[in-house]
């Protein structure tokens, strides 16, 4: 297997709607005060609200924490069939 087909794991922590951290990022790929489009290894996480703030960020490690009101969280690409067929199998 090449190591371009490995699949990049990532673990989403919401708080209380205010606090976002997530491993497993790839790219920030835009972002202003209401969205936020992260890239993670298969898919891309749109993560919605108003005041959001990227408090930190390390692509070496590949973390991001996100502060602010968050109303939503989206993934977008392959993945979001996957995780929806493993939720409601």
Known sequence: ???????KLH????DNRSLLTLSGVEDV???DDQ???IRLSECTLVVKGSSLHISRL????GDVA????ISSLQYLGASARTLRSKLFR
């Not at 390390?58 to 490690?61: G, K, V």
């Not at 996100?66 to 009101?69: S, Y």
């Open 1 to 7: 297997m090449s190591e371009n087909s490995v699949k």
């Open 11 to 14: 673990l989403l922590t919401l």
């Open 29 to 31: 790929v835009g972002f």
């Open 35 to 37: 969205t936020i489009n």
């Open 58 to 61: 390390s692509l070496d490690t």
């Open 66 to 69: 996100v502060d602010g009101r």
